[in-house]
């Protein structure tokens, strides 16, 4: 196997992109909370980079993309990158070197828990935090990761199509959010005082670096730089602004103004859905998948509101119902005339690969619900989930890091 | 076309009718007053 150097270049530039990611969720998430736990929550995202970064090379990403064992996870012979070099692995991309592969996985796996924390945001204790991400990425992603992409996965063998993450990185952080939110329980005041985004400026800006990360996260996972990394470029392109247009309408059309806010968790919610899709559907399909993002996401956000769940930043509606409705789009709209290595959708000819992304998503809602659960009941046994009342009524910033994000202004 | 050519033109059609058709309805906010200049924020290295 001969390394290709432009796809080697492309899929470490779009590792990049992917990274910067993370730090910009921190900031999307940071202006949605008030300023007394703005840094706690960048810390969030920050602290993950870190963390799983270390847990990758060490032991994930054997767990996730090693030698099968059962179609269930990978096994340990890939510990610590051992066999990991730099000739390329054919089963996974036979054109880069195989540490530049993992490279550009180590990413998603990074985000995926950093998504999460937009749920028990304003609540959680950074110890806590801090087990459960190491404990999640173990257990809840890195077999997921394994079922799907890794090679004898059994959703890999059984055909279910994810070219970036609707299953792995969104369902299953969107679905363990709702997990977290419920068992954490609501913010003190939570229904009986309104909670403002402390700068939708920053939010805004960290949706658009979000956009931009996001070229890398879709096109970069043609693993290649060619026509398949331009289409999945365009598509993710085109259902983000969809989606964004489609948000504003409806909340245009709900709440009589097109909301700022409502525009950046548009967009997030098309790239959201997209992913999954985004090497198997053409333009006309992203266009069905942004538009159906911004209305099913949108729906959600009232749900939740409805039924009083304190999901703070709202990962479920955006990241688990995103993703879902991402995951079974592509079972509707995908076409071999954009990526002939993998099947048609329903609208073209092959109704059994819907019904296969629909054992894909039941699976990954299934584990996320069950290891989840788990994990955050395993971790409140050793140190406590929630920050004490009082530290929660001083905000995260002071008690848990004894940093203020702006000086001499602490209070909301 | 195709079916999901349909369906992208529909979808596309009742979002662009949307931004149209909906109404707007401005809020009314009072201006802040700004009494006291900020004072510049100190920074250490």
Known sequence: ?412 | MDPTTVMAVVCSVVVFAGWLLLPHSPTTVKPVVVSDEREPARVSA
């Open chain 1, 1 to 412: 196997m001969k390394i290709d150097s432009g796809d080697t270049a492309w899929v470490l530039a779009s590792a990049a992109l992917v990274m910067l990611m993370t730090p910009a969720l921190g900031f999307f998430y940071g202006g949605l909370v008030r300023r007394k736990n703005v840094l706690s929550t960048i810390m969030h995202s920050f602290f993950i980079l870190c963390l799983i970064s270390v847990q990758w090379v060490l032991w994930g990403y054997s767990l996730a993309f090693g030698p099968d064992k059962g179609h269930i996870i990978g096994g340990l012979e890939w510990v610590g990158l051992n066999g990991v070099g730099f000739a390329p692995n054919p089963d996974y991309a036979p054109t880069i070197p195989h540490q530049a592969f993992m490279l550009f996985q180590m990413m998603f796996a990074v985000i995926t828990p950093a998504l999460i924390s937009g749920a028990f945001a304003e609540r959680q204790r950074f110890k806590a935090f801090v087990l459960f991400s190491l404990l999640w990425a173990t257990f809840v992603y890195d077999p997921i990761a394994h079922w799907v992409w890794g090679a004898g996965g059994w959703l890999h063998t059984l055909g279910a199509l994810d070219f970036a993450g609707g299953t792995v990185v969104h369902i299953s952080s969107g679905v363990s959010a709702l997990v977290a939110a419920l068992v954490l329980g609501r913010r003190l005041g939570f229904g009986k005082q309104k909670v403002e985004p402390h700068d939708a400026t920053m939010t805004v800006l960290g949706a658009a670096l979000l956009w931009f990360g996001w070229f890398g996260f879709n096109a970069g996972s043609a693993l290649g730089a060619g026509a398949l990394a331009t289409s999945a470029f365009v598509v993710t392109n085109t259902a983000a602004a969809m989606a964004a247009l489609t948000w504003m309408t409806v909340s245009w059309w709900h709440k009589k103004q097109p909301s700022v806010i409502g525009a950046a968790a548009g967009a997030v919610a098309g790239l959201v859905a997209i992913t999954p899709a985004s090497g198997f559907v053409n333009v006309m399909g992203a266009i069905v998948i942004g538009f159906g993002a911004g209305v099913v996401c949108y729906l959600a956000i009232q749900l939740r509101e409805r039924i009083k769940v304190d999901d703070a930043l709202d990962v479920w509606a955006v990241h688990g119902i995103g993703g879902t409705w991402g995951a079974l789009a592509t079972g509707l709209f995908a076409t071999v005339a954009i990526n002939s290595a993998a099947a048609n959708g329903l609208f073209y000819g092959n109704p059994k690969q819907a019904l296969i992304q629909l054992v894909a998503v039941g699976a990954a809602w299934g584990w996320s619900i069950v290891g989840t659960f788990a994990i955050l009941k395993f971790v409140n046994l050793i140190v406590p989930l929630r920050v004490h009342e009082d530290e929660e009524v001083i905000g995260l910033d002071l008690s848990q890091h004894g940093e203020p994000a702006y000086a001499s202004i602490h209070a909301n």
